[in-house]
């Protein structure tokens, strides 16, 4: 079953516009993290952002902030002020702590186009 | 920030042939480390975890004995495709995961730039 869904295969932003990128995760363990990464067309992953299961605000780095609706099982990335380098391949991972390797699961990913 | 480095960064081989990636640690010690297989415009799925002086651990449908796994140091850990071809052909990326960082609000993996494999 899939652990990590991202509804959205493509995304298009006009530039300084903010959006969202989906993401719902399921999970029966109750200490979990989120994480999103960026991957541009070079392949490395970029850590952007950190929601754990416990915290009790949403999470926010720069212009990065985490949508995080535990109930609801959904942590969307909000991205403000977008610019044309914020065009890639978005990630939504999600960490269990039952996993005592600590491995990601990761969702297939939203293509993100900024334009102009 | 930590870094981790994957080597080669691309390679072309020849059906039949074996291909080992590597991957290393530069700034810290990994008692844990992951490698991922991404085909094109998809996402990444586990194949492996890799733990220092251990036998690593396969993901369900990934085969051990074609996909050798060595982490013989806390900084470096070995992927060896055997008998490859052309559908082993992927993007192979490591990650390490640094056991002082108590923080994941810094990302608590860290991640190889990526080896693009190339499978004729």
């Known amino acids: 079953a899939q652990k990590i869904t991202q509804t959205q295969p493509g995304m298009f932003v006009q530039e300084k516009e903010a959006v969202t990128l989906d993401c719902t995760y399921d999970?029966?363990?109750?200490?979990?993290?989120l994480f999103w990464y960026k991957q541009p067309s070079s392949g490395e992953m970029i850590f952007l952002i950190y929601q754990g299961s416990y915290d009790q605000q949403n999470a926010t780095e720069g212009r990065y902030s985490l949508n995080f609706q535990k109930a609801r099982k959904s942590a969307n990335l909000v991205i403000s002020a977008s610019q044309l380098g914020d065009s890639a391949m978005y990630f939504c991972a999600m960490r269990e702590n039952s996993n005592s390797g600590y491995a990601l699961n990761f969702g297939k990913g939203t293509s993100l186009l900024v334009t102009p | 920030g930590a870094v981790v480095s994957q080597h080669p960064s691309w390679v072309i081989c020849k059906s039949g042939t074996s291909v080992k990636i590597e991957c290393r640690s530069l700034?810290?010690?990994?008692?844990?480390m992951f490698w991922y297989r991404q085909f094109p415009k998809q996402s990444l799925m586990l194949m492996a975890t890799?733990?220092?002086?251990?036998?690593?651990?396969?993901e369900q449908g990934v085969e051990k004995d074609k996909f050798l796994i060595n982490h013989a140091s806390l900084t470096l850990s070995t992927l060896t495709v055997t008998s490859a071809h052309p559908e082993d052909s992927s993007f192979y990326i490591c990650?390490?995961?640094?056991?002082?960082?108590?923080?994941?609000?810094?990302?608590?993996?860290?991640f190889g730039p990526g080896t693009r494999l190339t499978v004729t």
């Open positions: 990650s390490a995961r640094d056991p002082h960082n108590r923080s994941p609000r810094r990302g608590e993996q860290y």
């Open positions: 999970t029966s363990d109750p200490s979990y993290g």
């Open positions: 700034d810290f010690q990994a008692t844990t």
């Open positions: 890799s733990n220092e002086g251990s036998k690593a651990t396969y």
